[in-house]
T-cell receptor, first 111, second 118 residues
Framework: QQQVKQSPQSLIVQKGGIPIINCAYE??????FPWYQQFPGKGPALLIA?????SEKKEGRFTISFNKSAKQFSLHIMDSQPGDSATYFC??????????FGAGTRLFVKA | GAVVSQHPSWVICKSGTSVKIECRSL??????MFWYRQFPKQSLMLMAT?????????EQGVEKDKFLINHASLTLSTLTVTSAHPEDSSFYIC??????????????FGPGTRLTVT
């Protein structure tokens, strides 16, 4: 019940494409759903986050879609660039505590 | 703002020795700090949660006597890996949280410490 399932494991898109990463959760107590970007050898960096009372949130080229009834949320990266090549993690927490991370998606954007 | 640092960024130690990793919140006071472990090409796994001045809460399966956590102030938490063995080699990442920043839900992550035990 504490798991956050993330797919796909890896993703290759052309520059300008829109990669979509999906996550699903079981614990309805989760109330904060962040996405993190991690480059090799670095700590994760918060990209964008959403609360369950909102169905969509956009920040720059990043959009989260949230489906509370299905207990699913996804990340869309608009106009993807080679510099977006990284590992992306979805996560979920209750009040910002005990964050549970998805398994990660390795994204490669071809130039 | 909301910068978290870790020191050292990379450490090599011999099997059987202990190593201390520091996590500092540089421009804010963190009421709670978290320690994660990440193996190569894997996700982050929460090891423990610590609040300033109180004992850390460890996740199931994490040996509290092996991974000593001290949260002496609102800006500093330390993780000491005692009697390290090669299987302890990993990337250790801390994060800090305080309800007074942004929405109050964010965790701010440090850059990580690569531990290699030989």
């Amino acid at each position: 019940q504490q798991q956050v399932k993330q797919s796909p494991q890896s993703l290759i898109v052309q520059k300008g494409g829109i990669p979509i990463i999906n996550c699903a959760y079981e614990n309805t107590a989760f109330d904060y759903f962040p996405w993190y970007q991690q480059f090799p050898g670095k700590g994760p960096a918060l990209l964008i986050a959403i609360r369950p009372d909102v169905s969509e949130k956009k920040e720059g080229r990043f959009t989260i879609s949230f489906n509370k009834s299905a207990k699913q949320f996804s990340l869309h990266i608009m106009d993807s660039q080679p510099g977006d090549s990284a590992t992306y993690f979805c996560a979920a927490s209750v009040g910002g505590f005990k964050t549970i991370f998805g398994a990660g998606t390795r994204l490669f954007v071809k130039a | 703002g909301a910068v978290v640092s870790q020191h050292p960024s990379w450490v090599i130690c011999k099997s059987g020795t202990s190593v201390k990793i520091e996590c500092r919140s540089l421009d804010f006071q963190a009421t709670t700090m978290f320690w994660y472990r990440q193996f190569p090409k894997q996700s982050l796994m929460l090891m423990a949660t610590s609040n300033e001045g109180s004992k850390a809460t460890y996740e199931q399966g994490v040996e509290k006597d092996k991974f000593l956590i001290n949260h002496a102030s609102l800006t500093l938490s330390t993780l000491t890996v005692t009697s390290a063995h090669p299987e302890d080699s990993s990337f250790y990442i801390c994060s800090a949280h305080t309800p007074g920043l942004a929405t109050g839900y964010e965790q701010y992550f440090g850059p990580g410490t690569r531990l290699t035990v030989t």
